[in-house]
């Protein structure tokens, strides 16, 4: 079983940066894709980011594509996500999340393909 915690998200104003951070427990997740979603109020949720278990694969959604950047520490068991040029559109609660398969080669962008997910952290962006 895997245990992911997210954290650093936070109040920025638009225009800033923000690191999140995905660490996982119960077994290794050096195996296995990871991605981040999020989703807003009223809204559902959406894919933001992923990279493959080897971190050589990133793909991004459109709308963070250039602001975003998603890196994996596989010694520490974490990933983490750079946030710049936070927009008030970015606001929402971010979630991390492994790959039900292991050792899969592309990323996926479907949130039922992945089998583990945090609880979530709150990112909000003023205008």
């Known amino acids: 079983q895997v245990q992911l915690v997210e954290s650093g998200g936070g109040l920025v104003q638009a225009g800033g940066s923000l690191r999140l951070f995905c660490a996982g427990s119960?077994?290794?997740?050096?195996?296995?894709?990871m991605g981040w979603f999020r989703q807003a109020p009223g809204k559902e949720r959406e894919f933001v980011g992923g990279?493959?278990?080897?971190?050589?694969?990133?793909s991004y959604a459109d709308s963070v594509k250039g602001r975003f950047t998603i890196s994996r520490d596989n010694a520490k068991n974490t990933v983490s996500l750079q946030m710049n040029s936070l927009k008030p559109e970015d606001t929402a609660v971010y979630y991390c999340a492994a790959d039900l398969k292991p050792l899969a080669p592309i990323v996926t962008y479907d949130a039922g393909e992945y089998g583990y997910w945090g609880q979530g952290t709150q990112v909000t962006v003023s205008s």
């Open positions: 990279l493959t278990w080897n971190g050589g694969k990133t």
């Open positions: 119960g077994r290794s997740l050096s195996n296995y894709g």
